[in-house]
Every structure is written in C-alpha cells, then in structure tokens.
C-alpha cells in the first residue's frame, strides 16, 4: 500500500508538472519539468543552472543573537548592533539568503503565487543548514501567522508554505493552529524598530493550551528588525518553551 501510494503521488506530481510547470524562483522564467541526459529522461530541477549563484547566502561572520552577517568593523563583536541595542526573547536566528540577492523572488512568492518556490527554499534550506537545525532538538515549525482576514485575500500565508516544504523533508510537524494573529496591523515596510515594536503589541495569542513544547522554530520570509517573531516568542516564553529558534528566508545587512 505504502509503495502504491508512493507510486501514485509521483504519477501525480509529474502530470501537475507537465500540466502546470513550475517557474525558475530566481528569474520566473519556466523551468523544464523534464531533461535529457546521457540517453535518459530524467526529472527536471527546481532552479535554472544559470540561476544558481545569483542568490547569495549568508555566510561568514554573523551575529550570535539574529543572524546578521557583520560588517568588517563588528567582526569583534559578539552581537550586530541592533542586538545590542534590543532585548531579544529567541535564542538565535537564522537565515537564508542576504536579502538584496533573493527579494524580488521573495515578492513574487508573497504576492504573485509562486508557491512553487517554496520546494527551493526548503531543499536550499536543508542542504545549508539542515544538520544545524537538525542538533538543536526542535519540536515544532511555528510559521508566524497572517491576520485571517489577509490571509483570505492573498489566499495563503508564504510563511506556511515554506515550513510546511521544510517539514516533508525535515520531518519536524509544522503547527499553525497554536498561535494565531488576532489583530490587523498595518505594514511594516518602512517603520522603524520602536514603531514596529509599538504596532505589534497584543497582535498575536496563544490559542492552545494542551500542546507543549521545550523548543520550536519560527519560520518567517524576512528577518528585518526581529520585532514580528520577538512577539511570538514573548507568548510562547509565557506559556514555557525553553528554547526558541528563528528561521527566515532572507535578511539584511546589519546598519
């Protein structure tokens, strides 16, 4: 039974591919959902080859709180200075990609239907952080939650497609019926840090009591200035969780 299901979901992915083939998540043009290699008929990639190198991933000397890679002139430092400057509920973030190389990818998948990104983000995601992830015992992907009425007019929450991607293959259950977000705010693009913090107040609770974990994952796009996932930390702390990690698909340079 196991195979024959196996069996018929791939039968069913390759029709979707043929009939809805998915989009390059770096240049949006189509990418071949079949190639031809050494006289056999193999499944096509998730990324064009060309496209590879142009996203560009966070590496070096980063910050110890939220992930930031550092300038040359904070390589001393233990933390970026916004880190320095604001109190934190998550224990580390990390990051993706540095953002200015992945955004417009990013805002196609937020705001164009490309959920079909979303396999790349989770492949690339395991394939640089995945044994990192892997040792620090989490128990649940906690995409940061959409305002449902946002959430209907966009049709889905690109927070969610992504976690749930990184839990086929991680095999970390994602929950989205833990936390909820209970008030609209307006967007945060442009704000700063006091301001984002001040608009965030009171926007999410908790709505579940009788699931408990000692550590999670907040799964988000963008890491900008922490204060989105700082308030869903701040309510998981309240309710017990030890330990709480961040994760995001991008983030910026540390000013």
């Known amino acids: 039974m196991l195979i024959e299901n196996k069996e018929l979901k791939e039968t069913q992915s390759i029709v979707f591919d043929l009939l809805f083939p998915r989009r390059c998540p770096v240049c ?10 050494d006289g056999k008929i193999l499944r096509g990639g998730l990324i064009h080859d060309g496209c590879r190198k142009k996203p560009k991933p966070v590496k070096g ?3 110890m709180k939220c992930g930031k890679p550092l300038m040359k002139t904070e390589e001393d430092e233990e933390y970026c200075l916004d880190c320095r400057k604001h109190v934190h509920y998550f224990d580390r ?6 953002y200015r190389s992945i955004s417009g990818s990013i805002y196609r998948f937020k705001y164009a239907g490309r959920a079909e990104y979303a396999d790349y983000y989770a492949a690339e995601t395991v394939r ?3 044994k990192r992830l892997n040792n620090l015992g989490i128990q649940a992907l906690i995409p940061v939650p959409m305002y449902e009425q946002k959430r209907n007019e966009r049709g889905y929450n690109q927070a969610e497609i992504y976690a749930r ?13 833990v ?9 945060m693009k442009g704000l700063d840090a006091r301001t984002r913090r001040n608009n965030l107040k009171k926007a999410f609770n908790i709505v579940r009591n009788d699931v408990k974990f000692r550590c999670i994952l907040i799964i988000d796009d963008i890491y900008t200035t922490g204060s989105t996932v700082d308030e869903i930390a701040h309510e998981f702390r309240m309710t017990g969780v030890d330990r709480i990690y961040v994760l995001t698909l991008a983030i910026g340079q540390t000013t």
């Open 93 to 98: 973030g990390f990051s993706l990609f540095k």
């Open 128 to 130: 640089r952080l995945g």
């Open 28 to 37: 949006d043009e189509i990418v071949p959902p079949f190639v031809y290699s």
């Open 61 to 63: 000397v980063t910050c």
């Open 179 to 187: 936390i909820k977000r209970v008030k609209s705010t307006v967007p």
């Open 165 to 177: 991607k990184l839990s086929e293959i991680i095999g970390i259950p994602t929950y989205t019926d």
